[in-house]
């Protein structure tokens, strides 16, 4: 007596590329959310670096009554746009990917 486990042998095969697929999936998701913790964090470096670099005082002129939320908006905003640009961030995006490498 011969039992035919072929169309159990092609489910399997089907569903194979299906798994691997969801993990590559899943794996571009936490790269991606990965490089937008990366980029957020060189966003915060360079924050920090452009406080202490750009110091807008003007003695010349008086300061105005939001001077100081203006700056500190500008800084933000010129830090997130240059994020991702320095090297920081790839630096630390290799370092963890290795890291997480390694546990596996």
Known sequence: ???DNTMALNMIQKSA???ESDKLKNDTENDKKLREQTDAFEALILKTLLDTSLKLDNPLYPKEAGNDIYQSMYKDTL???LSGGFGYSELLFNFLKEQQALKR
Request: aromatic share 0%; hydrophobic share 45%.
């Open 17 to 19: 590329p299906k798994i």
């Open 79 to 81: 830090a997130e746009s």
């Open 1 to 3: 007596m011969n039992i």
